[in-house]
């Protein structure tokens, strides 16, 4: 069993900067492919980054690509979410997700373990 508590949210104007974090549980956390997905209302949940247990591989969404950075640090059990850049559009409430297959998949099917999720308003 593997608890993901995502922080780091809050308020912004476009063009300023967040950092989302996400913390684990377990002792198993490098084995694991980690994911950021986001959910906006009326939406449904949409992938964003992911990145593979060693931080050799990682994915984006075409939306994000040159403005969202994905990291972690399995030292401390943590993935990040740097966003740069931030649009109104990006407003969602931002879940992490742990796959117990390591690479750094885009389909929320294939995740096992979800957060709770943070919520990111991007005003214009």
């Known amino acids: 069993q593997v608890q993901l508590v995502e922080s780091g949210g809050g308020l912004v104007q476009a063009g300023d900067s967040l950092r989302l974090s996400c913390a684990a549980s377990?002792?198993?956390?490098?084995?694991?492919?980690m994911g950021w997905f986001r959910q906006a209302p009326g939406k449904e949940r949409e992938f964003v980054a992911a990145?593979?247990?060693?931080?050799?591989?990682?994915n984006y969404a075409d939306s994000v690509k040159g403005r969202f950075t994905i990291s972690r640090d399995n030292a401390k059990n943590t993935v990040y979410l740097q966003m740069n850049s931030l649009k109104p559009e990006d407003t969602a409430v931002y879940y992490c997700?742990?796959?117990?297959?390591?690479?750094?998949?885009?389909?929320?099917?294939?995740?096992?373990?979800w957060g709770q999720g943070t919520q990111v308003t991007v005003s214009s």
């Open positions: 990145i593979s247990g060693g931080s050799r591989i990682t």
């Open positions: 997700a742990a796959d117990h297959v390591n690479g750094a998949s885009m389909r929320p099917g294939e995740y096992d373990y």
């Open positions: 377990g002792r198993t956390f490098s084995r694991y492919g």
